[in-house]
């Protein structure tokens, strides 16, 4: 398969270089990560996705990209709206993981002397690791709801004030939503899993702003250094993942159905328009509601562990949503293709939404300068807070990097990577840390991921998104 190097931080993969291409692969990288990407199978899975009907402008490949189900993780495409295709594996497993991102009015040498009752209680307040439930005695019916209103609805039985929608995403709601789209295995397995972690990356990190890279827009998202945030990365939990594992199956019959052949079955897709593509994105929006909801209820048990930790208010201590963003979604949204305006389902899969200034769908505080990027790091490294530039509307439909990336797979990384070497590391580095399991340090240590700093500096490079902090953790939570 040919790979050509367009310029310094883009490589491309002609259409005609594989027999069914309908399309380029561009793949945003560097010469350093390109050879990382070279040992998995992203490249031929971007690849293969190029082979898919009604597909509109290129197959893109994010620097963070590695080898996922069937789409490549750090991947988007788009098709026509209205006579294009949906595909679950192009959205993931995981629908709407994402990251949220809440600030303080605290900084390091206010939270040093306290940090470790701080991390205590932070781990016991949010359950991580696999299976893990928080009982807060909603039911069936509140699933429901959750389903259909996301986080509107959650605030109004107390978890969280107003003001926190219009810092969220689709304001924390996906309107379409239909929970009886959903199976019963997926709502058994969700009503108990609202407001935890997980466990594989996902993870709770109190960070410092260490560098302002970008001070115009760092003050409009009220970011100083040294301040104290609190980064979330979580999805929809095994309600996202049953979804998608059921309409996989739906979809492998809907092709067989209508003789649909696939260079790889994992590509399965439905027409918009039929039933199989309604039913799976009523049923992928109750996801998204639901993930939006998860990270609300965290967001407040964050807020209840920072106040009896530190015997002030959440409000007193400025706990305000920076951010809140999906990386795993299928979304319509208009796009200028070749000089026209289109409505396109745009398919991002550990990929970010980077709009740029104007853009309506921004909250209107953020409309003159762009919308918030979050970018996590890999365990022990940093994070970023970047800002959607307009190369992202031009090159990638308005879309960013979602974090590193692996470069290991994860039993690479218990064989090679013993923990104790992680556990060294943090130390060193003076982060304190909470974490169910051994076996999971390894998986997730650092040096199994790509170097995020270079990551980030190619979107910026590239003009899709501007570096606003870096920010390190100091404690880290996760399963």
């Known amino acids: 398969m040919e790979l050509e190097k367009i310029d310094k931080n883009r490589f491309r993969i002609p259409k005609g270089s594989m027999q069914g291409m309908n399309t380029d692969v561009i793949a945003y990288s560097s010469d350093t990560l390109i050879e990382k990407v070279k040992k998995d199978r992203t490249l031929q899975q971007a690849a293969n996705a190029a082979t898919l009907p009604s597909l509109v402008g290129n197959v893109l490949v994010m620097p963070d990209g590695h080898e996922g189900y069937g789409f490549p993780i750090g991947g988007v495409m788009a098709f026509d709206a209205s006579e294009g295709i949906v595909s679950p594996g192009a959205v993931g497993f995981d629908i709407n993981c994402g990251v949220r991102l809440v600030k303080t009015n605290l900084e390091e040498k206010d939270i040093r002397p306290r940090l470790n009752r701080l991390a205590d209680a932070l781990f016991h307040n949010v359950p991580s690791g696999v299976g893990s439930k928080l009982n807060i005695g909603l039911t069936q019916k509140d699933l ?251 090159q990638t439909f308005g879309s960013s990097c979602h974090g590193a990336g692996r470069v290991m797979s994860r039993h690479q990384a218990i064989r090679e990577i013993p923990a104790s070497r992680t556990f060294e590391s943090l130390k060193k580095k003076n982060i304190e840390i909470r974490i169910k399991t051994r076996k999971l340090v390894s998986e997730e240590a650092e040096w199994s991921y790509k170097d995020v700093d270079e990551v980030v500096k190619v979107v910026e490079d590239s003009g899709i998104s501007t570096i606003v902090s870096r920010n390190v953790p100091i404690a880290v939570i996760k399963g």
């Open 144 to 394: 429901e709801k959750v389903a259909h209103e996301g986080v509107e609805y959650i605030i109004g039985k107390g978890y969280g004030n107003e003001s926190d929608l219009m810092n969220i995403e689709e304001n924390g709601c996906m309107h379409g939503a239909e929970i009886s789209k959903v199976s019963d295995d997926a709502k058994s397995r969700g009503l108990h899993e609202l407001g935890t972690l997980g466990a594989g990356n996902h993870f709770l990190e109190v960070q410092k702003v260490e560098k302002i890279f970008d001070g115009r827009i760092a003050k409009r998202f009220g970011l100083r250094e040294n301040q104290i945030v609190i980064m979330v990365h979580t999805g929809s939990r095994g309600f996202g993942h049953q979804i998608c594992s059921d309409y996989l199956r739906t979809l492998a019959e809907y092709q067989r159905k209508n003789e649909i052949k696939l260079v790889d079955p994992e590509l399965s897709y439905a027409h918009i328009g039929s039933k199989e593509a309604l039913d799976y994105l009523c049923a992928m929006k109750s996801a998204v509601n639901y993930a939006f909801t998860n990270r609300q209820i965290i967001t407040d048990s964050i807020r209840k562990s920072f106040a009896s930790t530190f015997e002030q208010s959440s409000d007193a201590l400025e706990m305000e949503i920076l951010y809140d963003l999906s990386h795993n979604i299928v979304k319509a949204e208009e796009h200028v293709v070749d000089g026209k305006r289109r409505k396109l389902l745009v398919h991002r899969k550990g990929a970010t939404r980077a709009f740029a200034k104007g853009r309506q769908e921004i909250p209107e505080k953020y409309r003159d300068t762009g919308q918030p990027v979050l970018i996590p790091g890999s365990m022990g490294t940093s994070s970023y807070v970047l800002c959607g530039a307009e190369g992202s509307m031009q």
